[in-house]
């Protein structure tokens, strides 16, 4: 968070006295993050919603690489896997690679061809997500210990409402108000819980994956609309795979 701070004021400063543009890429869901930390950028940054795939624009992908390799893809088995990928573009680009790898599509074919007929998608889905299970089972417990012990486990806390909402709440983004509601029901100290502790920890939760080497980022929270999102979408299908009953248990809570 710091570095991002002093980074959008050495922004302003390369704006003011150089003819420099730059093109800044970040993980963040949230458009002014920039202008958050410096309001001196306000009509000098514009964003790009680069995250923001439709079902069309992902369609897109496929026919561009279906003429690169002169091959199609069974149509159905696109729309599944489009259906299947929440939004995530390196999902549907992993699957369609993995379907080539399948049917020996390594290069350009000389002749044209149609795969992908007859795949089982969700499992396809699985296999790949179930690649990266190793990395979110480790997020979830290293953000879970948070900085280092404290009184109220706040890290630990926001893991157990990120695993306890329903999906479409937690695809959509957690609300700043669904934390203080939730942990305030089930932490020890319940409603005397002070909300800055709270407001603290999402604050710093990209921080903490940091220096936890959870890179990239799995959530993120934006201080402009105080909601905490899932920046990494394969997170999403990887965690409707697992039974959150047992993730939960492991929190200790």
């Given at each position: 968070?710091?570095?991002?701070?002093?980074?959008?004021?050495?922004?302003?400063?390369?704006?003011?006295?150089?003819?420099?543009?730059?093109i800044?890429?970040?993980?963040?869901?949230?458009?002014?993050?920039?202008?958050?930390?410096?309001?001196?950028?306000?009509?000098?940054?514009?964003?790009?919603?680069?995250?923001?795939?439709?079902?069309?624009?992902?369609?897109?992908?496929?026919?561009a690489?279906?003429?690169?390799?002169?091959?199609?893809?069974?149509?159905?088995?696109?729309?599944?896997?489009?259906?299947?990928?929440?939004?995530?573009?390196?999902?549907?680009?992993?699957?369609?690679?993995?379907?080539?790898?399948?049917?020996?599509?390594?290069?350009t074919?000389?002749?044209?061809?149609?795969?992908?007929?007859?795949?089982?998608?969700?499992g396809l889905?699985?296999?790949?997500?179930?690649?990266?299970s190793?990395?979110?089972?480790?997020?979830?417990?290293?953000?879970?210990?948070?900085?280092?012990?404290?009184?109220?486990?706040?890290?630990?806390?926001?893991?157990?409402?990120?695993?306890?909402?329903?999906?479409?709440?937690?695809?959509?983004?957690?609300?700043?108000?669904?934390?203080?509601?939730?942990?305030?029901?089930?932490?020890?100290?319940?409603?005397?819980?002070?909300?800055?502790?709270?407001?603290?920890?999402?604050?710093?939760?990209?921080?903490?994956?940091v220096?936890?080497?959870?890179?990239?980022?799995?959530?993120?929270?934006?201080?402009?609309?105080?909601?905490?999102?899932?920046?990494?979408?394969?997170?999403?299908?990887?965690?409707?795979?697992?039974?959150?009953?047992?993730?939960?248990?492991?929190?200790?809570?």
């Amino acid at each position: 968070m710091q570095t991002q701070q002093d980074f959008s004021f050495s922004l302003k400063a390369y704006h003011e006295n150089s003819s420099i543009c730059f093109i800044v890429v970040g993980v963040w869901r949230d458009k002014n993050r920039l202008i958050y930390y410096n309001g001196d950028l306000t009509n000098r940054v514009a964003s790009v919603d680069a995250d923001a795939w439709t079902a069309d624009s992902m369609h897109e992908v496929v026919s561009a690489g279906e003429a690169l390799l002169n091959i199609s893809f069974y149509k159905d088995t696109v729309d599944q896997i489009i259906s299947g990928s929440a939004e995530s573009v390196s999902l549907l680009q992993e699957a369609c690679y993995k379907i080539c790898e399948d049917n020996g599509v390594v290069e350009t074919q000389s002749n044209y061809r149609e795969i992908g007929k007859n795949i089982d998608v969700p499992g396809l889905m699985r296999e790949i997500v179930n690649n990266q299970s190793g990395r979110y089972s480790a997020f979830i417990t290293n953000f879970s210990e948070g900085f280092q012990a404290t009184e109220y486990d706040m890290y630990r806390w926001i893991m157990f409402v990120v695993l306890s909402v329903d999906a479409n709440e937690l695809e959509s983004g957690i609300r700043r108000n669904s934390f203080s509601k939730l942990i305030k029901e089930k932490h020890p100290v319940g409603e005397k819980l002070n909300e800055g502790n709270i407001t603290q920890a999402l604050q710093s939760s990209a921080s903490l994956q940091v220096i936890k080497n959870i890179r990239p980022i799995i959530i993120d929270y934006d201080q402009t609309t105080r909601v905490l999102n899932v920046v990494d979408r394969s997170f999403l299908i990887w965690l409707s795979l697992q039974d959150r009953t047992e993730l939960l248990a492991e929190l200790d809570i």
